[in-house]
């Protein structure tokens, strides 16, 4: 249940406080880097939390203009998180990156040596 209460408080600490979120997740999407997470399972992992917060808000006694507006925020605010760890994903993907991942010191070198210095 970790992963699943971290993308709640995720989701309503991007109204609280969106700057230092956004060096979270790109800190995060960094990580994920390193776990080598395929960037194309963001998109069902953000529809099937937004159907369970669907479920769960219209099981609720909200009235239905409230329920459509939490649905749209938490929609919005997971979207941007998926969006911006998706994008920090790609970007940090670089030769010298994936070398570290796979802890190979001769990979490393290679990359290091082909990769200029700007797209390390």
């Given amino acids: 249940h970790f992963i699943a209460d971290r993308v709640v408080e995720m989701t309503l600490e991007m ?3 969106p700057q230092k979120m956004v060096e979270d997740m790109s800190a995060l999407g960094l990580r994920h880097v ?12 953000v529809a099937s939390f ?7 808000v219209g099981a609720s006694a909200v009235a ?17 998180i998926s969006r911006i760890l998706v994008r920090t994903i790609t970007e940090g993907s670089t030769i010298v990156m994936l070398a570290i991942n796979v802890n190979s010191a001769r990979q490393l070198r290679r990359a290091v040596v082909h990769a200029p210095r700007g797209s390390r």
């Fill in 64 to 80: 239905a203009a409230e329920k459509a507006t939490v649905e749209e925020s938490f929609r919005w605010s997971l979207g941007l």
């Fill in 34 to 45: 390193a776990y080598g997470i395929p960037t194309d399972l963001f998109p069902p992992f």
């Fill in 15 to 17: 109204y609280r406080q």
């Fill in 50 to 56: 937004v159907e369970v917060v669907r479920d769960l």
